[in-house]
């Protein structure tokens, strides 16, 4: 990119300085401006400019015809003031994945055995063989010294085997985000003025001083400043957390963001920053500034600019996922690992521990045999000239050491859970699950707690009528057509057609098989989608009424609280249809349609009957009622009297209209709660909406236990008088916690830390969350697992996730829970195959080095055994496709180790068949097959039959015991869907005949010797066997096997090193540090800095360490602290919830209209939290804009 925003601090930008005199203002200029808001906005325009059209002057554009598009012009603007295009973070190169790769503990052990190895087996000592030196014990032949150097050689195979499958499974994955990402960009297109003609151009194209015209349903691309407005109202919510629109105007607040939507109405804009200099770019910079190279040019930057622009460009020199950049900074003790990784590490390490104690006892016993047999028992003097032949001894012990050390050492551990890994992320792929960090595949399966959105992810987002009530009938069900008579119908279909905004239409699906689109006001698409439902066509009735031919529109506003169109007709008389919330436009009826379309008398009671039999029951199903209804008029009346106009109506009909829930949600939520996982619904909706679609969902049954808190009430139960957050409290809240309505992002921010932080109940939580919204952004980094909406996501959201929904779809949620358990449980399934080989190889080659001084299984055999089965196996095990009784247990959690006693049993239980029938063939062998012995061998002498049917017989016992391995949990039929996963059968063939190869073929560098079809027969029986025995030890109860000991523990508080758990202290310390930060940035009146205080928090950096004060290493809840919840110190002090009376109940009926709150949200219940008075704020924080954080109640 040649802008030079992104490669120049924006404050001392070479170009600028040259284009001066071009542009009448700075970068700094109009981002300065920017971040002020309404009043103090317009002010600073007056002030600076005086008004927009100087600022277009200055920008040379016009607010008519826009910029003439002259490339020239429009390159020299992407110059001064940036592109519109925020830059992604470098991906890592491949190589620096493989660098990322090798910093595994297992591997680099790995690493250090094949190097010795190598090193050993090209070691030739000098000095020729003297009779005096003793013979040569135990002396390897030749072809195994030829060989040696295999060895080592295969180790670092397998080892880069390792290193290149995960890196590129970490390449492809990134690859495959940024495609997705790419296409997404490329397909956005906005609509601008250039040359006076309206045109429509990739965002990317849109620069400073472009003339941008917006209307309902944008998103804004980039910020700007409003020249002409028609009643525009903004959804700021996915920057601020603010639920309400924001009315633009002019006068009062011109100032438009990126990265908000138009609600309503339309304008254009004057583009005044783009890319990294508009809000969104802004954020983006917070969540991925600070990599070193960044912190050493702030410091500059800093020196030089003051505090004036304190943000550098995103540039992070390290792309990828944030926690590897997190890493990076300063010393802060990293996140902790996932929790198999963990476990994994852990147990890598403990199998290291043992490995290396064997093999040291293997050399210590050798060297003392040699030296004692030789010195004492041969009575040789030690001498000179032999030195290195004794050496060379010595050498050959040690390698026997190193062979113990290596087949020891689960090197296809690494291998198995990479493959199973990548293998899970790309069938999940298929299931709408896009997952962006590796390990959150695995967290899933041990998730206990799922915090979800309600709207678009649990209903269907897209406002539908379900019920209604025409002509003194209540349809449960839309009515079919013929049911009503044609003149009831076309007062139904021409007062929502008429009656309703015409830029709000259903448009057919974008693609086949999809639901239709809905565009423009929810409320009304869903009047619209009634019309539809009822086979009638409102286009039609609109093209005959156009939009000009409406006589006059009382638009719909908080006060009104309906929407009233009035035609003329043609005799000079008028009719008016109204429509609104049915407890207003109600009391306003004096008569009502009946089913023959003729009008009768509606009296109070009829109406307070109504309420009771049709309104109360819609609304305790949680819909939301609209009454349409009309009037007409014989002469025209005085039309700005609106009390007198609006009454007197004939009620058309009463509909119930509701965000249905999505169909398989219920059974997908019925799944979780078997599956031991808790679904929380946290949404910004009302509570009786929440409580009716949390009963449709199946998150709360009638009759249980549950609580439905409202985000006011929440914060009262767990903030102390100081209006801190306390542990304690929220402890007695969140585990009967199922409903957080009307709640702000910091309320859902709380919930996840408070459930993830406590330690109540036997293991920690583990909590995934959904968000859309930008604000969601620290929660979804806060939760071991963040789901973000692929289509109605928000960038910023995308990027602080793990996984991302391409369907938005809860269900998508479950599956991410089965692919979770399932990788988990390859693992599992992985190890006990693997650790059976180990052993048994482990012990039968201590043995054999100790009674014969040559081990019966040769080097190179061992890593046949140990590289190509373990690759296989990983392979093999680890894809396994998951099953649906996955979902049938409780997750495995935090502290669960990875090798049950189940596990143990079947290792210990198959080692034991294994070493039996090993050392029984190794020191009776000949005997039984009639051969001669193996054992005391002379030097170079050929391979014999003896030890390669010990050989034989040990892969063949693998072979079948992989077979055993597909079962954990002590299942007798190891059969069971073998055939659904064909690389596990392939690989089982594919073993088997190169078996057969190596033992034929093998010759001098396997050490073996062709075998007759009799001893083969005999080698695959013993094999057999292994499945019988299996039959066997299933049958022995695990209970009474005391002393099975499991292994592979999660790391428990009490294991982590003190520096480790200061770990929170540390990230509240950084946290602080970037909120300073914050407050510097937005100080000026940016008021909704709740949002950015916790985007900055979850990406802490150590930017600004001067500006940080030691002594406020408090809670980060203090910054949270609501005005709501600072209390005086004479107040009384909040009851704990337990001594609050607060109401418990399932659904508590819906009696006569209460206030909403009256169910079981005491917050209106008399306990009174005063707000502190403004002078008392003010003086707390001077001029800081944390006073006015809101709960978004």
Excluded at 81 to 101: D, M, R, S, Y
Excluded at 246 to 259: F, I, Q
Aim: proline content about 5%; glycine content about 8%; charged content about 25%.
């Amino acid at each position: 990119m040649t802008n030079n925003t992104t490669s120049h601090h924006p404050g001392n930008s070479v170009a600028e300085g040259n284009h001066d005199s071009e542009f009448g203002c700075t970068v700094g200029d109009l981002r300065a401006l920017m971040e002020l808001r309404s009043g103090e906005a317009v002010s600073k325009i007056h002030e600076t400019y005086g008004d927009v059209q100087d600022i277009c002057r200055r920008l040379k554009t016009s607010p008519v015809e826009g910029l003439s598009g002259n490339p020239a012009d429009l390159d020299k603007r992407k110059q001064v003031f940036g592109q519109n295009f925020i830059p992604p973070k470098k991906p890592k190169t491949f190589l620096q994945l493989v660098w990322e790769a090798l910093q595994d503990v297992t591997l680099i052990i790995l690493e250090i055995a094949a190097i010795i190895s190598l090193g050993l087996s090209f070691y030739r000592p000098p000095g020729g063989d003297s009779e005096l030196c003793g013979e040569a014990t135990g002396g390897e032949d030749e072809g195994e010294a030829e060989a040696g150097w295999i060895e080592g050689a295969a180790i670092l195979l397998s080892v880069i085997c390792v290193v290149l499958v995960t890196a590129f499974n970490d390449w492809s994955k990134e690859k495959q985000f940024r495609g997705l990402q790419s296409r997404i960009e490329q397909e956005q297109k906005f609509t601008v003025i250039r040359k006076g003609q309206v045109i429509q151009i990739p965002v990317a194209e849109i620069v400073v001083g472009d003339i941008a015209q917006i209307k309902y349903g944008d998103l804004l691309p980039a910020d700007g400043i409003l020249i002409q407005g028609n009643d525009l109202k903004i959804d700021e919510s996915s920057l601020t957390g603010e639920s309400d629109h924001v009315r633009k105007s002019m006068e009062k607040d011109p100032m438009l963001l990126s990265g908000t939507h138009v609600m309503e109405g339309s304008g254009r804009i004057l583009v005044t920053a783009v890319g990294l200099n508009s809000q969104t770019g802004i954020i983006f910079t917070l969540l991925g500034a600070g990599s070193d190279e960044e912190e050493k040019k702030n410091k500059k930057a800093k020196a030089q600019d003051g505090v004036a622009l304190e943000i550098q460009p995103l540039k992070s020199e390290e792309g990828g996922d944030l926690e590897d950049r997190e890493k990076k900074k300063s010393n802060i003790p990293k996140k902790e690992k996932s929790v198999l990784q963990g476990k994994l590490t852990k147990l890598a390490v403990q199998i290291g521990k043992a490995g290396l104690l064997m093999s040291a006892v293997t050399v210590i016993i050798l060297v003392l045999f040699f030296v004692i047999d030789t010195f004492g028992v041969q009575g040789r003097p030690w001498l000179a000239d032999c030195t290195p032949i004794y050496i060379q001894y010595f050498v050959k012990f040690f390698i026997i050491g190193v062979t113990v050390l290596v087949v020891a050492v689960p090197e296809g551990l690494p291998l198995a859970v990479t493959i199973s890994l990548a293998y899970s992320v790309k069938k999940m792929m298929k299931d709408n699950n896009l997952v962006r960090h590796l390990d959150a595949c695995e967290t899933m399966g041990n998730a206990t707690a799922i915090c979800s959105d309600k709207t678009g992810t649990l209903t269907m987002n897209r406002m539908t009528v379900v019920q209604s009530y025409i002509g003194e009938t209540h349809y449960r069900q839309i009515p079919a057509p013929d049911a009503l008579l044609p003149k009831v119908l076309e007062r139904i279909v021409n007062g929502i057609a008429i009656n309703s905004a015409y830029t709000t239409k259903i448009l057919p699906p974008e693609k086949e098989g999809g639901l239709p689109r809905h565009v423009g006001n929810k409320t009304e698409c869903a009047l619209l989608g009634f019309v539809l439902d009822l086979k009638q066509d409102y286009q039609a009735i609109r093209n005959e009424i156009p939009e000009e031919k409406l006589y006059k529109v009382y638009t719909f506003n908080s006060a009104r609280k309906s929407m009233s169109t009035v035609l003329k007709n043609v005799d000079g008389s008028f009719r008016m249809y109204s429509k609104g919330a049915s407890e207003i436009l109600l009391r306003k009826c004096t008569k009502v349609l009946t089913k023959t379309g003729d009008v009768t008398v509606f009296k109070v009671r009829d109406r307070d009957e109504m309420v009771k039999k049709v309104i109360e029951p819609m609304a305790c199903e949680g819909l939301r009622t609209i009454c349409l209804a009309y009037r007409d008029f014989v002469k025209e009346p005085e039309w700005d009297n609106e009390n007198e106009i609006l009454s007197d109506l004939t009620c058309i009909t009463v509909v119930g209209i509701e965000d249905p829930v999505r169909p398989e949600v219920p059974e997908a939520i019925l799944k979780c709660q078997r599956a031991g996982i808790t679904v929380r619904m946290v949404t910004g909706d009302n509570i009786n909406t929440a409580r009716a679609i949390a009963t449709k969902c199946g998150i709360i049954h009638p009759g249980e236990d549950f609580l439905c808190l409202e985000g006011k009430e929440f914060n009262r139960l767990i903030r102390n008088e100081k209006g801190e957050v306390e542990q304690e409290r929220l402890d007695k809240v969140w585990p009967s916690l199922r409903v957080l309505a009307r709640s702000s992002p910091t309320d859902k921010h709380t919930l996840v830390k408070g459930i993830i932080d406590s330690t109540i109940g036997e293991m920690r939580q583990v909590v995934a969350v959904t968000g859309d919204g930008t604000n969601d952004g620290p929660a979804l980094k806060k939760a071991d697992v963040g789901f973000a909406m692929g289509i109605a996501g928000t960038d910023v959201a995308k990027e602080a996730s793990d996984i991302i929904l391409t369907d938005d779809n809860f269900t998508s949620i479950v599956k991410a829970v089965m692919w979770g358990r399932n990788v988990y449980d390859s693992i599992s399934k992985f190890l006990q195959f693997q650790l059976t080989v180990n052993v048994v190889a482990v012990i039968v080659a201590f043995t054999g080095a100790c009674i014969t001084q040559d081990s019966p299984l040769k080097a190179v055999q061992m890593l046949w055994v140990n590289l190509i089965m373990d690759t296989f196996a990983s392979l093999a095990l680890a894809t396994e496709p998951p099953t649906e009784s996955l979902l049938l247990r409780k997750p495995y959690g935090r502290n669960k180790p990875l090798i049950s006693r189940t596990m143990m049993k079947n290792i210990l239980g198959h080692g034991v068949y294994q070493l039996t029938i090993i050392f029984t063939l190794l020191f009776a062998g000949e005997k039984f097959f009639d051969i001669d012995s193996g054992r005391n061998a002379p030097l170079h002498a050929p391979a014999s039959e003896h030890y390669t049917i010990v050989f034989n017989t040990f892969v063949m016992m693998q072979l079948f015991n992989e077979i055993n391995a597909r079962k954990i949990h002590g299942e007798r039929n190891v059969f069971e869907a073998i055939f659904r996963n064909p690389i596990f059968c392939s690989i089982i063939v594919g073993t088997f005949l190169i078996q057969i190869i190596i033992v034929e073929f093998g010759g001098k560098p396997f050490s073996c010797s062709g075998l007759t079809l009799d001893q083969w027969l005999w080698c695959i029986f013993i094999g057999v066997g292994e499945l019988l025995w299996g039959q066997v030890i299933s049958t022995i109860p695990t209970s009474r096997l005391k002393f099975l000991k499991e292994a592979g523990h999660g790391t428990t508080k009490d294991n982590i090193p003190e520096g480790e758990l200061m770990e929170d202290n540390d990230e509240i310390d950084h946290a602080e540090m970037e909120l300073r930060r914050g407050q510097i940035l937005w100080f000026r009146g940016l008021n909704r800095i709740q949002t950015q205080i916790k985007v900055v928090n979850a990406f802490r950096s150590s930017l600004y360490e001067g500006i940080e004060k030691p002594e406020s290493r408090s809670s980060i809840h203090n910054f949270m602290t609501h005005p709501e919840f600072g209390m005086d110190d004479d107040e009384p002090r909040i009851p704990l919830i337990d001594e609050t009376d607060v109401e418990i109940n399932g659904l508590a009926n819906c009696g006569a209209p209460s206030p909403p709150n009256k169910n079981n949200n005491a917050v209106d219940s008399g306990i009174g939290l005063p707000l502190t008075d403004a002078s008392k704020l003010a003086s707390s924080s001077p001029g800081s804009p944390l006073h006015s954080l809101e709960t978004s109640v």
